[in-house]
Each structure stands twice: as structure tokens, then as C-alpha cells.
């Protein structure tokens, strides 16, 4: 399949990430920019309450329920603003009814001309969107391949079971089956799910196209709007904050690299924007609004997509917005020290600030998985880890010396404008802390306490870093932007004070080869250079990295060439009713995503039932052992498949009921087909 054919698909998948967001965000009166980078985390949070609330309804998860009860929420929220504006008595309050997220978004700068404020968010949108695509498609390579990692057996595997069942409930999608069932974060799986649902030619092209909609636009809107809320609508801010968002290592490859962590890269590109949302409904945003009801609103209706599409990067905004919300309260003790705020106002900040620092900590300790799951270790010293903090060069990356200068010029401009900026430093200092910690910190409870949220794992803790990197990267870049702009000026005018002079200085001769009357374009190509500079040795290495946990061989880990091809022919030979046993540290069980088959064992945890044990033990005994017919009766379990002893992780053999598949000993089977070593079986004694 060329990457020419997933055109239908990416339509269908901008439709499912987007088209609800903007039908209830338009009802709502967003407009503009905030419209846009609302969409993808609105319409998040609507997929993944709806999959959880529809099975108590008694209806089914699919893209009629979705769009239906996406039109449904338009309309009642059209109908409530239509309500409220009624009763507004004057215009003053239907201006603040509108507030922070309706008529704004309008980039306005006497400094620059009005071409460069209207073009000045399309190009820091497509930038990166051509950029982090393109990256993307080449690591793929092709449109129906598939991270050949320990990880990705669950994902698929997941997407299908959504689409199949059409239950996408994070309460009950657990390991896959009705004996596992149990709570596990599904709102990236079922928007893939719907995409699936709405025709889409398999699931590997699904997730591949849904990954790179989430790295290539989802993101950069986030950052984008993210950093208009820090330092303002301002032309130069917001390109510099699309063109520089494509130059992390950290994210958004990183998660594709590893893993594979398609949750964590789905939170983590919406956290941008609710980070921005959290910082302006406590009034820090740099626009104060008239208003910041409709910023909370829209917190409110952001936050369910966040968490349930991965709940650590939820606790990753509550630790981000701390210095937030204690710059508020000092704003607001100040304000009444000084008379412009009243001292009830401060006394309520002191108490939901107290409240906000007890909700952070029983996060911290709550929301986090067991030790089991948690075995990485530190790998570095404290001194490295700060280096490759500052460098932007998570995990051993090599240094992005542009992205390094742009960190130590915004850390300056934050000092320089300490009482303004300083929270913005103070989140990056909390993303920086944690990665130090966690990948440099000797092991024990601190450690433990800090980063057991994210499985005390560098690379979860590595992809946070660009989100609160950016801000200060903004700020440097900007700095610089006017510097270079004012030199270019100053040129010009030592151009104007020597025209008349028939020897003019070195200074006077080198103004001369200048344009003139480009001083505007001057910082906008210097962002649009320092974005080109970012794509570097760095982000060479993670799309390497990429590249081979995508590339399908005769050897791949998970599945070879082989396997594959026969997978893709199951469905030929297995009924649809019938069950297929398959060993899924083999790659075997991902038969349930390539085929309609379903399969024992759709993931390698999980409980399972007696009868599932049974033939995950003894299925190749059953034409001697009498219990083995029984359960293959009950769960048309008629079929097998022989991937060999390849494991994509070691461990204890759990599923030696296939080991007689391997040496050829089972009696009472029968070889239906293969491909090279992969062998399909049938069960012809308990037929």
C-alpha cells in the first residue's frame, strides 16, 4: 500500500479528531486559532466519556453514536450560549460572556504589517505539520507497517477488540478479554477504533495515520495555543512556537521510538493546551481576559480527554501548573497589599492554592502503576542529566545547540523580566527535576515518590520535557528576533547617514549591500532559519532509531516477513466464528488485528478463564487428554498458530499447551498452511 491510498483514511481521521471538537467549540461561540487548537482535545475527551457511558445505556461505540451525539452536544450548547446571551443586559456582559475563548485569537501587532499577523499562524502550523509528517512517513516507511516492539501486541490488538465489540469503556478494556476486564486509559484507542469503524483498510495504516495527525497537527496547534497564553497574540511568539516545536527529540518521536507509547503520545500532545487553559482560568495568561469562566469551561471539558488517554500526563499538568497557581496567589496578595485586588480575593487564593497542593500530592501518590511495572533504573550522572535538560538532548541525544542557545537566551530574558516569567522558569525547573531525577538518582522512596508515576521510566519523564522547554525557548528566540531586527535597522540607517558622503565607513559600506524597508521580514526569516538549523544530527538519530523498530525482516522481533504473510491468509481458512490459540509473546495473537479472528490470548498479560488456561496448556494434548476437547468445543477454539520460539521478551513458558506445535509431536492436528517457519493448524480430534 503506497502512502497515496491512506488519503481516504486521513480524511476519515481529521473528521474523528476534529469535526466534534469544532461543532461543540463553534456552538460555543471559539473562534480563530482557540477554535482550531481546541478540536483534537475536545473531541478526545467526547470519545472516551461517550465509549464509557454508552454500554450502560445498552448502545453501541461507533462513529453513528459519536457524530450523533456530537451534533446533540452542538445543539444544546448552541441552545445554552443563546440562552445566556439573552439574558446579558448590556454589552459589557455579553462581552465577558464571550471572555477569553470567543472573539479573540486575533493577531494584532502595530509593529508589524498585517500580512505578517495573518500569515504568521498558518505558517507556524504547516511548518511543522510538513516537517514532523514527513519524518514520520519515512521512519514508516509503509502505511501497513508496525512497531515491532513488546508493547504494540496491546495497541493493536485493542483498536480491533473496540471496533469489533463496539465497547471502547476505559473502565472494562483491561487486557482484552471478558476474564481481564479492568481499567485501562482507551481514549486513543477508540478514536482509532472509530477510524477503523468507518472503513479504514487495516490497523496498522489506522494507527499509523492517526500518529501522524497527533504528532503533525494536534501538536503544534497545542504549543501554538500554549504559548499564546504565556506570552501573548503576538506574530513572532506564535511562529516561533510551531517552527521550534519540531525540533524536540524528546517529542514527538521519542514515544514512537520506545515502547511503542501511543497513550502517552496522544496526552502529551494535548497537554499543551490544557497546560494553556489551566494558566489562563487562574487569570496568568498574558491577555487577561474579562472573563475566565470560559477558559475553566473549557478546562473542564479538556481534562477527560487528557486523562483518560494517559492519566500520568495528567499528573504531569497538575505538577506543571503548580508554579501557576502560586504565582496567582502572590499575584493576588500583592494586588491586595497594593488595593487592586480585594483581601477576600486573596484569602480565596490561599485556600485553593492549599487545596491544589493537597489534590497534587494525592495524585502523586494514587495515580501511579504497581513497583512491578516499574524496573528501570538510573543510567547517568546528575551533571549529564542537567546538560542534556538544557541541550534538549534527552536519552543520550546529541546536543541541539540551536535549541541550547535559544534555552540560555530565554533563561536570560526570564531573569531580566523575573516578576513576569518567573513561574514560566519554575515549570521548567519541575520538568527538568524530574527527569534528573529519575535518570540520574540512585535508586530509592524519593526517587520512587517522584517519578513511580511514570513507571520510574526516563523516556516518559524525556517526552514532558519539550512542553515546558518551549515557553523558554519562545522567549530566547523572540529576544533575538528583535535584536537581529534592531541591528538590521541600525545598518539601515548608517545607509541613510552615509549616502551623501562620497568615502563612507566599513559600517556605512556594508549597510549599502542591505535591502532596505525589510526589517519586518528580517525576524521572520531568522525563526523560520533557526527551525531548519533544529533538524539536526538529533532528530536524525530518533528517526533512525524509528526506522528500525518499524522495518519488517526476515528477522523482525515480533513479526517476520513470514509470519506476516501468513496472517494476512488466516482469514481464508478460519471461520469467523471460530478462535484461533496463539502464543502472544510470539506475535502470534496479533492474528486478532490482521484478521477477523479472534484469539485466547490477545495480549501477554491478562487473566484468563479455566477453559482458556486449559488450552493455552495442553491444547496440542487433545487427542489424549479428555479435558481439552471440552474447552475447545466451547470456544471454537479449533485452530492454532506455530510462530516458533522467537519471544519478543523472556520469561517463564506460560503457554506450553503449543510446545508440541513446534517439534511436530502434537497427534490428531493437521497443517492447513505456512509460510516458511509460520504454520497454521487445525484440530481434527476434537472435530
Not at 374 to 399: D, V
Not at 436 to 441: E, L, P, Q, Y
Request: with cysteine; net charge neutral; hydrophobic share 50%.
Amino acid at each position: 500500500m503506497s502512502w497515496w491510498a491512506t488519503i481516504p483514511t486521513l480524511a476519515a481521521t481529521l473528521v474523528v479528531f476534529f469535526v466534534p471538537g469544532l461543532l461543540i467549540l463553534a456552538a460555543a461561540g471559539v473562534r480563530r486559532l482557540n477554535l482550531v487548537a481546541l478540536a483534537a482535545p475536545v473531541s478526545t475527551s467526547v470519545a472516551a466519556c461517550l465509549a464509557i457511558v454508552l454500554p450502560y445505556a445498552g448502545l453501541p461505540f461507533n462513529p453513528v453514536s459519536y457524530f450523533v451525539f456530537s451534533v446533540l452536544a452542538a445543539a444544546g450548547t448552541l441552545l445554552a450560549r443563546f440562552l445566556l446571551m439573552r439574558r446579558s443586559a448590556s454589552n459589557k456582559s455579553r462581552t465577558a460572556s464571550r471572555g477569553a475563548l470567543g472573539g479573540n485569537g486575533r493577531l494584532l501587532d502595530s509593529d508589524y504589517p498585517r500580512w505578517i499577523a495573518l500569515l504568521a499562524v498558518p505558517v507556524a502550523v504547516i511548518f511543522p505539520a510538513i516537517i514532523i509528517a514527513g519524518r514520520y512517513i519515512a521512519a514508516f516507511g509503509s502505511p501497513e507497517n508496525f512497531s515491532q516492539t513488546f508493547d504494540n501486541v496491546y495497541h493493536l490488538n485493542a483498536i480491533r477488540h473496540i471496533a469489533e465489540t463496539q465497547n471502547g469503556s476505559t473502565l472494562t478494556l483491561g487486557n482484552l478479554t471478558d476474564a481481564s476486564q479492568a481499567l485501562y486509559p482507551a481514549a486513543m484507542h477508540d478514536s482509532m477504533a472509530l477510524v477503523l469503524m468507518l472503513g479504514a483498510p487495516s490497523v496498522m495504516a489506522v494507527v499509523n495515520v492517526g500518529t501522524i495527525v497527533t504528532g503533525a497537527l494536534v501538536w503544534p496547534l497545542a504549543c501554538i495555543f500554549l504559548i499564546s497564553r504565556i506570552i501573548g497574540y503576538r506574530p513572532i511568539p506564535l511562529l516561533c512556537a510551531g517552527v521550534l516545536c519540531a525540533g524536540f527529540s524528546g517529542f514527538p518521536y521519542l514515544m514512537v521510538a520506545f515502547g511503542v507509547l501511543y497513550p502517552n503520545h496522544a496526552a502529551i500532545a494535548l497537554l499543551p493546551v490544557v497546560l494553556g487553559l489551566l494558566i489562563e482560568a487562574v487569570g496568568m495568561s498574558r491577555a487577561r481576559p474579562l472573563s475566565v469562566w470560559p477558559a475553566a469551561i473549557a478546562l473542564v471539558a479538556t481534562l477527560p480527554g487528557l486523562g483518560l488517554s494517559h492519566p500520568s500526563t495528567a499528573v504531569a499538568l497538575l505538577g506543571f501548573g503548580g508554579p501557576v497557581v502560586v504565582a496567582r496567589l502572590i499575584r493576588s496578595w500583592l494586588g491586595a497589599r497594593a488595593g487592586t485586588e480585594s483581601r477576600r480575593a486573596a484569602y480565596l487564593w490561599l485556600v485553593f492554592t492549599a487545596g491544589y497542593i493537597v489534590v497534587v500530592v494525592l495524585a502523586w501518590i494514587l495515580v501511579r502503576p504497581s513497583l512491578a511495572f516499574a524496573p528501570w533504573t538510573p543510567f547517568q550522572s546528575n551533571a549529564r542529566a542537567i546538560g542534556e535538560i538544557l541541550g534538549s538532548a534527552p536519552m543520550g541525544a546529541t546536543t541541539a545547540w540551536i535549541l541550547l542557545l535559544l534555552t540560555v537566551i530565554g533563561l536570560y530574558v526570564v531573569a531580566r523580566q523575573l516578576r513576569t516569567y518567573w513561574w514560566v522558569a519554575a515549570m521548567y525547573g519541575v520538568g527538568g527535576l524530574l527527569y534528573m531525577v529519575v535518570s540520574s538518582w540512585s535508586l530509592g522512596a524519593f526517587r520512587t515518590f517522584l517519578t513511580g508515576v511514570w513507571y520510574n521510566d526516563s523516556f516518559r519523564l524525556a517526552a514532558l520535557l519539550p512542553v515546558v522547554t518551549l515557553p523558554v525557548i519562545v522567549l530566547g528566540a523572540e529576544w533575538l528576533a528583535w535584536r537581529v531586527r534592531a541591528l538590521y535597522v541600525l545598518l539601515g540607517s548608517q545607509h541613510s547617514a552615509t549616502a551623501a558622503h562620497r568615502r563612507p565607513s566599513v559600517v556605512g559600506r556594508a549597510a549599502r549591500l542591505l535591502p532596505q524597508n525589510l526589517q519586518n521580514v528580517v525576524p521572520v526569516a531568522l525563526i523560520l532559519l533557526l527551525g531548519f538549523g533544529t533538524q539536526g544530527g538529533t532528530l536524525a538519530g530518533v528517526q533512525d532509531r524509528m526506522r528500525e523498530v518499524f522495518a519488517t525482516t526476515e528477522g523482525s522481533p515480533l513479526l517476520t516477513e513470514d509470519e506476516i504473510a501468513l496472517l494476512e491468509r488466516v482469514d481464508d481458512y478460519v471461520p469467523e466464528t471460530d478462535v484461533v490459540v496463539a502464543n502472544p509473546r510470539t506475535g502470534a495473537s496479533l492474528v486478532y488485528a490482521f484478521s477477523s479472528s479472534e484469539t485466547i490470548a490477545p495480549h501477554i498479560f491478562g487473566e484468563r478463564t479455566p477453559e482458556e488456561q486449559t488450552l493455552l496448556d495442553h491444547w496440542g494434548e487433545a487427542a489424549y487428554n479428555t479435558s481439552v476437547c471440552s474447552a475447545v468445543n466451547e470456544l471454537n477454539a479449533y485452530w492454532a498458530l506455530d510462530f516458533g520460539n522467537q519471544e519478543i521478551v523472556p520469561g517463564e513458558e506460560p503457554f506450553i499447551g503449543l510446545r508440541d506445535l513446534v517439534d511436530e509431536s502434537a497427534p490428531g492436528v493437521e497443517l492447513v498452511a505456512e509460510e516458511g517457519d509460520a504454520r497454521l493448524f487445525r484440530m481434527t480430534a476434537c472435530s
